[in-house]
């Protein structure tokens, strides 16, 4: 073995052991030189680079494409403010799923059924699939958009489109698919030139990306949920898992988190880029017509575009939406893929064949090949199921966020990398915003005739409460003594170690012991899911009787 790795690593698929082999260069298994010179660091980040672009971009999907220029579209550049709020807010919550996936070497599914028990662990796969399922709908629903305004037949494109993101997925060679998938990403760099022929006042998108503020005479109920679900495109629950797999697939360990660091910063900056792209080019093309204020789709911003700023916008506008579609679908489909066969035990590696890892691969191309049929099926309930994942997501994405802050404050899962006290406090602030969001989001999708005065209490209620738990959470998660490994007493690693310290094996770790508060929290937050999940489903399903 290797100075990187031992006999006592936690690695559940020995695939996940070897070489980086990147889409831009090669490390190999063991290297622990030193890279002294500003040229072997930017090798060294080369060959690093892809986990944190391709979940950033893919997350510039097609329900982000929807969210931000339906922003744009009603509210002008408004809601840009947003964005530069969820910017820590993404790189905390990445940033401790790329510590997890380098340090662990286990997915995220896998650690919280280990750590917290059967019906958390079933939990967080069922409704991932669920919600991963739903989502790639949305994905071929916007490929199907953009085949409609290019003047290309919808089903056999779709079907196209599922059968390529399959076949770039299938080839056996991770790096082939890294190198397909930075393809994918330079094409989200088509959102530049649109903004160019369009032009906004690029003094107004500044300021309104710096000074917050709200659209002037807009009912606030109708902004907030805007503004609810561009926090929800922007942080989902099926990048966590992503990340933290893929990072685990492509053999990242601690000595190189600062490099992933990095490429998780270029991938923030390529999404708020071109999130603020559509956001400003959206307001300026709609900006004084009929359509301000009237958002109908992606295929509408599209004729918007060209009506604009000439016929090329528009097309560059449906390939990038295209483009966005694709790769959102092939993260989408992997996170899931991943995570069923962490917790089922199965070969679950890029670098494996397809005869290799048969149960892997037909759980991607199933739930792509139904989704594209899904979409192409006349008839059926789009609008319906694009709302449902939006308030879904918004549901589910709390307890993704709590186990990820219990996780990071767990010593025998993170030794010497686990959460610092400014970290867990942010984190919490960041967890109790997310509830106060979710219950919201839920309350106007359950009752429509919400009014904006019982937003503001349920905004005042919950921030007091969401605030207090967060904070306790944040403070009180940690588990030195419990956690540690059961077949050790030995001291934790000193600081100079960390680029060496793995986790051990799951078996050799006794299970945490939660405290009274925490032991509280979970089962308020088991109770919400249960009862608000339920509820989403049932006013889903009378909609679509209704309709």
Known sequence: MTNDTTDRDAVLDSAHLGDIRGALGTIRQGDVAPRNRVSLRLKTLLAIIGPGLIVMVGDNDAGAFGTYTQAGQN?????????????????????????????????????????????????????????????????????????TYLGLPKVPGVIAAALVIIASVSTGSFRRFERVSLL??????????????????????????LVPGMPAGSQMSTVMLLIIAIVGTTVAPWQLFFQQSYIIDKRITPRFIPYERVDLWLGIVFVVVGAVAMMAFSAAAFAGTPGHGNYTDALGIAEGL???????????????LIDASIIGAAAVGLSTSYAMGDVLGLHHSLHRRPSEAKAFYAIFAGLLLVSAVIVIIPGSPLGLLTEGVQTLAGVLLPSATVFLLLLCNDRGVLGPWVNGRAMNVFAGAVIAVLVMLST?????????????????????????????????????????????????????EPAR???????????????????????????????????????????????????
């Not at 509210?75 to 969820?86: E, P, V």
């Not at 937003?455 to 959470?473: E, Q």
């Not at 680029?499 to 012991?513: D, E, G, K, S, V």
């Open 184 to 209: 994918l990403v330079a094409g989200s760099l088509t959102l530049i030139p649109i903004f160019l022929l369009v032009h906004p006042p690029m003094g107004q998108v500044a300021r309104d990306f």
């Open 75 to 147: 509210y002008g550049t408004r809601l840009l403010w947003t964005l530069l709020l969820l910017i820590p807010v993404i790189y905390v919550n990445q940033e401790m799923v790329l510590r997890l996936g380098a340090v662990t070497g286990v997915g995220h599914a896998r650690l919280i059924l280990e750590r917290y028990g059967r019906f958390w662990g079933a939990f967080s796969v069922i409704d991932l699939f669920i919600l991963n399922a739903l989502t790639i709908v949305t994905e071929f629903i916007g490929i199907s958009l953009g085949l």
């Open 306 to 320: 060209a009506a604009t700023a000439g016929h090329w916008a528009g097309i560059l506008f449906a390939i990038a």
């Open 497 to 547: 170690d960390r680029a060496t310290w793995r986790m051990p094996p799951l078996a050799m770790l006794t299970r945490p012991t939660l405290s009274a508060g925490n032991r509280t929290g979970l089962t308020v937050l088991r109770g919400y899911l249960l009862v608000a999940s339920a509820l989403v489903v049932v006013k889903v399903v009378q909609l679509a009787l209704g309709h």
């Open 440 to 492: 919201i989001l839920t309350a106007s999708v359950l009752f429509p005739q919400i009014t904006s005065g019982q937003i503001l209490v349920i905004l005042a209620v919950g921030t007091a409460l969401s605030l207090a738990a967060g904070a306790y959470l944040a403070w009180s998660g940690r588990h030195p003594k419990d956690a540690t490994p059961a077949a050790s007493t030995e001291a934790p």
